[in-house]
């Protein structure tokens, strides 16, 4: 076994996968062709379910299922009103892993998914959090720093992986947020790692159906045009979301006034702010990855855009993270 293999194993273990490295669930790009390709190279695909409806969500995961015979999971955002038969759906298509994001899920929630016999991951911002997921039920954590596209945590993951890998040795933890290379990966995997997420370096490839002014905007952006958006007050917790900075940024200030006013004159709650922001960003996204707005759209991406130059194929992608890692690994 390989140096590499040998890190993976863990990861690979649970994935049932070649390589323990899950494809980022990105809304509208994560899509069956972009899934199963990373399914078909060795890696774990994820699907994004996003605002689907439960039908929608039930032909995509068929649509995937035509294309692939490996393994792949489903992302689901704990604020969708219709979580519960979304859960069904994956369950019932008969997908073994399930990917929760977008909050913390509850007791509730976990009994169910675990009752369903799913592998569940969750995204922590901490080790106590970490603890407290896996205490409910949780198979898997998902690590992710400030460095990523689309929602993102506080801590950087160069300091979040110092802090939550130790804490986690014979726990499996996967570490997301500007990972664009091999040797990166490999460092993380050293650390204690069990594998990684990467979503930016996916977002465009090939096999990605996202419009071509998306694609384009990707390969002229550099690390530092990748920025988060604003939370005007601490009472509304918006989750920070990174996108390439454009007008659509100005838009989300506006709407996080309106929602604020709705919110200060009792005529909105908490979570239907929250679920109106995530909408915001959901129709902003799908502007830009499938009309090719890249002005008015959202075109999320992490700090590792400015490492995405060409539009390489899936296994074009893989294959040169997992050739540096192992001459990385072999020095």
Excluded at 59 to 72: C, V, W, Y
Excluded at 93 to 104: I, R, T
Aim: proline content about 3%; charged content about 20%; glycine content about 10%.
């Amino acid at each position: 076994m390989s140096k590499l293999a040998d890190l993976f194993k863990k990861g690979t273990d649970f994935l049932g996968t070649k390589y323990a490295v899950l494809g980022g669930a990105m809304t509208w790009i994560s899509d069956s062709d972009l899934v199963s390709a990373i399914s078909n190279s060795g890696c774990f695909g994820v699907l994004a379910c996003g605002a689907m409806l439960p039908k929608s969500l039930e032909n995509e995961i068929r649509l995937t299922k035509e294309k692939t015979n490996k393994p792949f999971g489903v992302n689901l955002m704990t604020m969708h009103p219709q979580l519960q038969d979304l859960i069904n759906i994956v369950a019932g298509c008969n997908v073994k892993h399930l990917v929760l994001a977008g909050g913390l899920p509850n007791k509730e929630i976990i009994e169910k998914v675990k009752l369903l016999g799913l592998k569940l991951v969750c995204f922590t911002p901490a080790v106590s959090i970490g603890q407290k997921l896996l205490k409910m039920g949780a198979d898997a954590l998902i690590i992710e720093g400030h460095e990523a596209g689309g929602h993102v945590g506080p801590t950087a993951l160069t300091v979040l992986a110092q802090e939550v890998l130790p804490a986690f040795k014979e726990d499996i933890v996967f570490v997301a947020g500007g990972i664009a290379t091999g040797s990166m990966m490999a460092n993380f995997l050293k650390m204690g790692a069990s594998g990684c997420q990467i979503g930016t370096l996916f977002a465009c490839v090939k096999e990605s159906n996202a419009h071509l002014n998306f694609k384009r905007t990707f390969f002229r952006a550099n690390s530092r045009d990748a920025v988060l958006s604003v939370q005007l007050d601490k009472r509304f917790p918006a989750i920070p979301v990174r996108a390439i900075k454009n007008k659509a940024s100005q838009d989300f200030m506006a709407l996080q006034k309106q929602v604020l006013t709705e919110f200060e004159t009792g005529s909105l709650d908490l979570k239907a702010g929250q679920l109106k922001i995530e909408r915001f960003w959901a129709g902003a996204l799908k502007q830009a990855v499938i009309y090719g707005d890249v002005e008015r759209g959202s075109v999320m991406a992490g700090q590792s855009v400015g490492l995405v130059k060409e539009e390489l194929s899936v296994n074009e992608v893989v294959n040169n993270i997992i050739t540096e890692a192992e001459q990385y690994l072999s020095l």
